[in-house]
T-cell receptor
Framework: AQSVSQHNHHVILSEAASLELGCNYS??????LFWYVQYPGQHLQLLLK??????LVKGIKGFEAEFIKSKFSFNLRKPSVQWSDTAEYFC???????????FGGGTRLMVKP | KAGVTQTPRYLIKTRGQQVTLSCSPI?????VSWYQQTPGQGLQFLFE???????NKGNFPGRFSGRQFSNSRSEMNVSTLELGDSALYLC???????????????FGEGSRLTVL
């Protein structure tokens, strides 16, 4: 069975700091990778996804993620965070047809103004 | 465009009872997935339906079941409730015009179930 690990459970940053959230998965075959975000009081929503092609993918609100196959990683980055980025971030993986996603445990990000 | 609608939003049941949760996907979305979210286990996949057929199933006991209707609305049922079934149950829909998944799930606000 595949699994997803997010090593940082809580992250606190000041505005304008750079962000990198780690995500590692365990599955040896072809995978699809996702980052979802849940802002306070809102639904989970897709931030970005990787299916194939350029391993550096860009998402909404200035976020990007890099797929490194040799490291089984899909880390999320943002050069300069804003207070409005305060949210919980979830990494997810799927490896088959359909929408069966395996989620990581989530990382709570707090950005101090 | 209306989002994913889940009902009821909150409910309290006692052990041994059963519960049915409902999900109305975004209009035109054919795939509906269900996830269980708890503080201890996080987000766990329950099952997915596409065109009234179960396409994927997670690792949950047979007490958890679901179905999808011809209008894409979905229900999930949990029988013989246990204390550990207390959780937020999330429904997500996806637009898949050709049957190929896009991976973009649109989540509802969830149904929060408390089992006493």
């Amino acid at each position: 069975a595949q699994s997803v690990s997010q090593h940082n459970h809580h992250v606190i940053l000041s505005e304008a700091a750079s962000l990198e959230l780690g995500c590692n998965y365990s599955y040896g075959g072809t995978v699809n990778l996702f980052w979802y975000v849940q802002y306070p009081g809102q639904h989970l929503q897709l931030l970005l996804k990787y299916f194939s092609g350029d391993p550096l993918v860009k998402g909404i609100k200035g976020f990007e993620a890099e797929f490194i196959k040799s490291k089984f990683s899909f880390n999320l980055r943002k050069p300069s965070v804003q207070w409005s980025d305060t949210a919980e971030y979830f990494c997810a993986v799927s490896h088959n047809a359909g929408n069966m996603l395996t989620f990581g445990g989530g990382t709570r990000l707090m950005v101090k103004p | 465009k209306a989002g994913v609608t889940q009902t009821p939003r909150y409910l309290i049941k006692t052990r041994g009872q059963q519960v049915t949760l409902s999900c109305s996907p975004i209009s035109g979305h054919r795939s509906v997935s269900w996830y269980q979210q708890t503080p201890g286990q996080g987000l766990q996949f329950l099952f997915e339906y596409f065109s009234e057929t179960q396409r994927n199933k997670g690792n949950f006991p047979g007490r958890f079941s679901g179905r999808q209707f011809s209008n894409s609305r979905s229900e999930m049922n949990v029988s013989t409730l246990e204390l550990g079934d207390s959780a937020l149950y999330l429904c997500a829909s996806s637009l898949e015009p050709t049957g190929a998944n896009t991976g973009e799930l649109f989540f509802g606000e969830g149904s929060r179930l408390t089992v006493l």
